[in-house]
């Protein structure tokens, strides 16, 4: 029995293609969340799908700019449209 579930919730992380960022959607993807990882680097944010893939974690990258409103609101549409909606945002960028 998981004490912390969160399973069929999906998680949006900006600034996760490494350090803290990281840490928090392995955390939330090991209590069973679908994760969104978002940067501006998206070399070194597939990396870190599939680092997190790799451990068995349902898991997506969206690289975009959370500076650029547009990018933003084109982003948070295409995450609605195709994987759901955003339970859990943690902002980190």
């Known amino acids: ?10 998680a949006f992380i900006t600034g996760s293609s490494k ?5 928090l959607a392995a955390a939330l ?8 990882l978002n940067a501006r680097d998206a070399a070194r944010l597939e990396l870190a799908r599939q680092d997190l893939q790799g451990r068995g ?10 500076t ?3 990018a ?3 982003g948070i549409a295409q ?10 945002l943690v902002n980190n960028a």
């Open 19 to 23: 350090g803290i960022g990281l840490s």
């Open 57 to 66: 974690l349902k898991v997506h990258a969206l690289p975009f700019d959370v």
């Open 29 to 36: 993807g090991a209590a069973g969340a679908t994760l969104v």
């Open 1 to 10: 029995m998981k004490i912390f579930d969160l399973t069929g919730r999906t």
């Open 72 to 74: 933003v609101e084109a």
């Open 68 to 70: 650029d409103a547009n």
């Open 79 to 88: 995450i609605e449209s195709t994987i759901g909606a955003i339970d859990i």
